[in-house]
């Protein structure tokens, strides 16, 4: 059974930066399908970006030009590296491998 475990949130400025990783366990096979989805307080899950098997990216607008998708196949490893970062970018980041969701981990982005 795939488990996914993220790490990488925390509390950041305004502008400042974050990667977000999400490590795959249990998997016997190259990542294909993966992406971040993020939950703010008070709002429903909202799609953030996906990597696909071939390797294209694509992003929410909210995000695009900020936020970059990438994948270590050969570590099972998600990432989502994040820059300029705003207060309304926080939130609890999920990954999802396929069609298992990780637990989500806190980004806080505040002064």
């Known amino acids: 059974q795939v488990q996914l475990v993220e790490s990488g949130g925390g509390l950041v400025q305004p502008g400042g930066s974050l990667r977000l990783s999400c490590a795959a366990s249990?998997?016997?096979?190259?990542?294909?399908?993966a992406g971040w989805s993020r939950r703010a307080p008070g709002k429903q899950r909202e799609w953030v970006a996906t990597?696909?098997?071939?390797?294209?990216?694509i992003y929410a607008e909210s995000v695009k030009g900020r936020f970059i998708i990438s994948k270590d196949s050969a570590k099972n490893t998600v990432y989502l590296q994040m820059n300029s970062l705003k207060p309304e970018d926080t939130a609890v980041y999920y990954c999802?491998?396929?069609?298992?969701w990780g637990q989500g981990t806190q980004v806080t982005v505040s002064s």
């Open positions: 990597v696909s098997s071939g390797g294209t990216r």
């Open positions: 249990g998997s016997s096979g190259s990542i294909h399908v």
């Open positions: 999802q491998i396929g069609s298992t």
